[in-house]
């Protein structure tokens, strides 16, 4: 194989002027942080809200956050980005619809891929919570009745703060998911990390170098998360429980 | 407001059926692939070999950190060039439906021997000394009595990754393989009609892998009460 390795590649400046193929790695870097973190804020958000929901005793409220569930699991990540992207511009009043597709192209994939991700990462975080809250011995809501708080007191100060404890560990591997996720967003054209590999490829025509140094990012990313959310845990973990102290 | 106009969906529904033929494919190829290396992993991991072991540990992790569509583009861009020049392959050859098979199913394997490891793990450890005790070598311990039992509480979580790997297949977009998803957007955007198409689409997956996944918990209620 004839392959010539060239890892200066990187720093020669881009066709277009004035930056490096660096500065482009960078700035997909910094798109893929800053949409995986906008989106994960939002998941979280609304996960513990219909999470919550999944759990009290009523019938409507929780078949409407199963259906809410249902719905964000059994349609794939790409097709509900398309259907932000190219469907929803459509179905909203004219007015609206023309100004929004008039705006910066940017923002419009960012605000598709942030609410995309956001959506559909919540209902992975609100089974989480609605399994973390089922965790609980029933006699923690029991008690907390009992003592005279409302339903919506027992949640505030006893359930939700124990089960948040307790869903650390599974919340990571989603927090991890995001990241990964973010690189469908490529597919309308946002420029974040996958999508400069791409790009790469195409203007260097050394797409070893491109590739694995992506790779390598999405790894790093990883890696940072982990630790982090390690960390975080060890902080967390509810002393007398399976992994506490 | 917007105003809906369906008729292109019946003249298309025999191109459309091809991509999920191809979508299915791509599924259950992958997912036999996946599962047979993935044990193959699951064994390696929890092996004593710790170059095995840590190789596995490697492969799993590694895979786990990328994202799928890396995954991907790797094997749609960079494989099939790889090939051409170590094997001779010739030039230009479509291996895009190969390839995605093959990135499919390495990716799959990372995240199926984590649950098989699992599952060989809850196996309790009598078991094994049992077998052990009655003169069977490794390699018939974990064949006969550690991976069927393994296999049948596995069951349900290994046809749930299977419904998300379904889902995923959508993502061969990235290599414009006509799948179903890819058939439907093809259609919509040459008829101007990507709305109804997109539509159509969602709903068509959402009614299949919701199907799926209430036979799989009905599957898991009757497990646990056998």
Redesign the interface.
Known sequence: MNYLWHWGVFLQPTSTGGETYLDWMFSGFKMTIALSLSAWLMALVLGAAVGVLRTVPNKWLSGLATAYVEIFRNIPLLVQLFLWYFVLPELVPASIGTAYKQSNPVIQQFVASMLCLGLFTSARVAEQVRSGINSLPPGQKNAGLAMGFTLAQTYRYVMLPMASRLILPPLTSEFLNIFKNSAVCSTIGLLELAAQGRQLVDYTAQPYESFISVTLAYVMINVVVMFGMRWVEARARVPGYIGGK | ??EFDWTSIPGALPFLWQGMQVSLEITFVAVIFGIVWGTLLAIMRLSSFTVLSWFAAGYVN?F???????VL??FF??VP??LE??LGFPRGSDMRLGSAIAGFALFEAAYYSEIIRAGIQSVSKGQMAAASALGMRYGQVMRLVVLPQAFRNMVPLLLTQGIILF??T??V??SALADF?GAA?KVGDRDGR??EM??F??AV??VI??AA?QLVRHYQKKLRTA
């Open positions: 407001m917007y590694l786990r950190a990328v994202p799928l569509v890396m583009l790797w861009l960079i060039h790889l020049s170590l889902q995923d959508s993502l977009y990235v998803f957007y990507l709305v997109l539509l689409a969602g997956y959402f892998c919701f996944s």
